[in-house]
Each structure stands twice: as structure tokens, then as C-alpha cells.
């Protein structure tokens, strides 16, 4: 089985910047495209951000597009989602997701997502 563990949230200010991170555990990190998903009160859970298991390939929810950047170091066992511009409504919690389904493109559901952190908080005050 893949442990995943989220760090890097907290409290920022509109406008600000925030670095999450995501360690996985096992060598086979490589092996699975990765996503960043995140869920607010009442909210579903939604997609955040997507990311080919050589990091090549990138994709992300319009409403982050140009402000989050997703990227990932194999050798660390380690996913990052950096955010950018922050806004107030992109507070959540934010959970970073491993694919083993096999697939090449990271799904934008989190039903294509086994594995699960166990999330951060980020709040964004305005």
C-alpha cells in the first residue's frame, strides 16, 4: 500500500503564496500520476491539480490556472502544489491523491485516485 502526507498549510493572507508538499512512502512514487484535490465546508471534494508520473505533463482547474503550480521530485518520494495570488475562496482542505489505476493522464475525479493524504488546512484570510 501508498501512504501519502500532506504539509505546508496554514494561514496567509490574500494575495500571498503557500507551498504544500506530499511524501510518499515506498519507491514506486514514479509509478503513479499524482493529484491535488481540495474540499471546503459543505463543498464536494474538487480537482485542483494533475501530474504525469515523470512530471511532464501538467493540468489544472481553471479557477487555479496561471496562480498554483504542481510538480514533483521522484527521487524525493514527494509532490508539491505551490500557490500563488491566494484567495480568499481558496480555502480548504487540501489533499494530495496517487492514481493506481495504471493510466497515463491523472484523472480530474477523485474516484480515479486509491490513495489518499490526510490533508492540510489552508486558509486565506482577506
Known amino acids: 500500500q501508498v501512504q501519502l502526507v500532506e504539509s505546508g498549510g496554514g494561514l496567509v493572507q490574500a494575495g500571498g503564496s503557500l507551498r504544500l508538499s506530499c511524501a510518499a512512502s515506498?519507491?514506486?512514487?514514479?509509478?503513479?500520476?499524482m493529484g491535488w484535490f481540495r474540499q471546503a465546508p459543505g463543498k464536494e471534494r474538487e480537482f485542483v491539480a494533475g501530474?504525469?508520473?515523470?512530471?511532464?505533463?501538467?493540468n489544472y482547474a481553471d479557477s487555479v490556472k496561471g496562480r498554483f503550480t504542481i510538480s514533483r521530485d521522484n527521487a524525493k518520494n514527494t509532490g508539491y502544489l505551490q500557490m500563488n495570488s491566494l484567495k480568499p475562496e481558496d480555502t480548504a482542505v487540501y489533499y494530495c491523491?496517487?492514481?493506481?489505476?495504471?493510466?497515463?493522464?491523472?484523472?480530474?475525479?477523485?474516484?480515479?485516485?486509491?490513495?489518499w493524504g490526510q490533508g492540510t488546512q489552508v486558509t486565506v484570510s482577506s
Open positions: 491523491a496517487a492514481d493506481g489505476s495504471g493510466t497515463f493522464y491523472p484523472s480530474r475525479r477523485s474516484m480515479g485516485y486509491g490513495y
Open positions: 515506498g519507491p514506486t512514487f514514479s509509478r503513479y500520476p
Open positions: 501530474i504525469t508520473r515523470s512530471g511532464g505533463t501538467t
